[in-house]
């Protein structure tokens, strides 16, 4: 957004309560690597252009990417700068930090999606004696007692970790609820390339049939490795990590589980099979077919005929917890009422339309699929930035949707 300002010669400052890339600093565990391929790492006015576009980013690689973008486009960062209120003025806005005070027509709020960790009601009840940490304090199986480890959740982050745990020889056992299957790689080339050339990842939100419920769908099934192997709900039980069933209460020290993981399996896989024949469709129809390798269908997921309903978390066979269940962000600092009982922001495509001139960067479907990944914020920032002029210069007469 900084460089798509600029470009429009509108002067502005950012904010930043650490420094330049501090999530990717601060809040990743140690061995994770980008999920998206590195020629996917494109910026406004900026790309990845090392020796390796196939590879997947470490999370040194990320800051040294970011903060080289920093440099190349000027960005006017204010760092070890927290935003700790933002209020309505009559002409715009005023930003309370914890280094003074400024005023502006316009805000960008682009805090993040992912500040923190969504922990379930059901923690409350965890007996004393089990440790529980979220993905935002995890750094390596190392920091983790021996013994038994239940990860909860099974998009990107939980597979991951049950990956990474169960290798350590801490067994893992994973609570699956509703999950995204995707193949690392299919038909020879990356998900994501198909995702591109294809336009899934630029589909927008107007175009959708309920952006609600695709905004709260989790992330894909997926890690970014050397070797560039799939890690899905199979490849963990053949390292005999063991799947439960959606974690749904805990009775006297007794952990529960749904009886749904086998449908929620086959809802996955059913969704995959649509997803793989949307792209084979692509392929025939772009004349693609005898380009790349033959379509192919995977294995159901193996789900054990009786997969176990409950744990006795006081036995001593679960020693630590992870609640790898979402994120959310975080606007205890703003101070105008324009966000939602889960915590996010109203807004129609990033226009905040209930407090004109504010505009929101980074969230789920934001306007395209790929709003939230570090490729989609280009084309959200152009268009944006684009409203964010016009307002500028025709005050509140510019029209509050963007289309
Ligand atoms: C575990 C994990 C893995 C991911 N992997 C990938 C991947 O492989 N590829 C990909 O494209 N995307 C990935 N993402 C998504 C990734 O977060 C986004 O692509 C990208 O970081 C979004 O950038 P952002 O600037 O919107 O948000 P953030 O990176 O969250 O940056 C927000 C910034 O705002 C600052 N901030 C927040 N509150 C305040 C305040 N009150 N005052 C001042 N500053 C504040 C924060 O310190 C932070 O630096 C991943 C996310 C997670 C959580």
Redesign the pocket.
């Known amino acids: 957004m900084s460089r798509c300002l600029t470009s429009r010669s509108i002067d502005h400052v950012v904010?930043?309560?650490?420094t330049v890339a501090?999530?990717?600093k601060t809040?990743?565990w140690d061995s994770?690597r980008?999920?998206?391929p590195n020629w996917q790492s494109r910026l406004p006015d900026y790309r990845y252009d090392g020796n390796d576009p196939d590879g997947f980013m470490t999370m040194p690689e990320v800051i040294a990417f970011i903060e080289s973008y920093a440099q190349h486009v000027a960005a006017p960062v204010e760092t070890e700068?927290?935003?700790t209120a933002v209020q309505r003025t009559d002409d715009g806005f005023v930003v309370r930090t914890d280094q003074g005070e400024w005023t502006a027509p316009t805000v960008v709020l682009?805090?993040?999606?992912?500040?923190i960790a969504h922990i379930p009601a059901v923690a409350d009840a965890v007996p004393a004696g089990i440790t529980t940490i979220t993905?935002s304090q995890y750094r390596t199986p190392a920091q983790l007692e021996e013994g038994g480890v239940m990860v909860v959740g099974a998009a990107?982050?939980g597979i991951q970790l049950a990956d990474e745990i169960q290798r350590s020889g801490r067994p893992v056992t994973l609570a699956v609820s509703g999950h995204v299957r995707s193949p690392r790689v299919y038909r020879g080339m990356d998900i994501q390339w198909w995702m591109d050339v294809t336009g899934l990842n630029n589909e927008r939100y107007d175009e959708v049939d309920d952006v609600t419920r695709v905004r709260k769908l989790p992330s894909f099934q997926l890690a970014?490795s050397p070797d560039r192997r799939t890690i899905d709900l199979n490849s963990l039980t053949d390292i005999d990590v063991q799947l439960v069933g959606k974690f749904a209460g805990i009775n006297d020290g007794k952990a529960q589980f749904s009886g749904s993981l086998r449908n929620q399996c086959a809802m996955a896989d059913l969704k995959l099979g649509r997803l793989l024949d949307t792209i084979d469709e692509w392929a025939a129809t772009n004349a693609l077919d005898r380009e790349v390798e033959a379509p192919q269908r995977y294995e159901p997921t193996r789900v054990d005929d009786d997969p176990p309903l409950g744990i006795d978390l006081r036995g001593g066979a679960i020693n630590t917890i992870i609640w790898a269940t979402g994120?959310r962000p975080?606007y205890s600092?703003l101070d105008i009422d324009v966000v939602d009982r889960k915590g996010y922001v109203r807004h129609d495509g990033g226009v905040v339309t209930e407090a004109p001139g504010m505009y929101l960067?980074?969230m789920p479907f934001l306007r395209r699929r790929k709003s939230?990944?570090?490729?989609g914020?280009a084309d959200d920032a152009t268009d944006l930035s684009d409203h964010l002029a016009s307002y500028l210069a025709r005050g509140s007469d510019t029209p509050s949707v963007l289309r």
């Open positions: 904010l930043e309560r650490g501090n999530t990717w809040e990743r994770l980008l999920l998206t700068t927290t935003v682009a805090s993040g999606h992912c500040n993905p990107a982050t970014g994120f975080d600092w960067m980074g939230t990944l570090i490729d914020a």
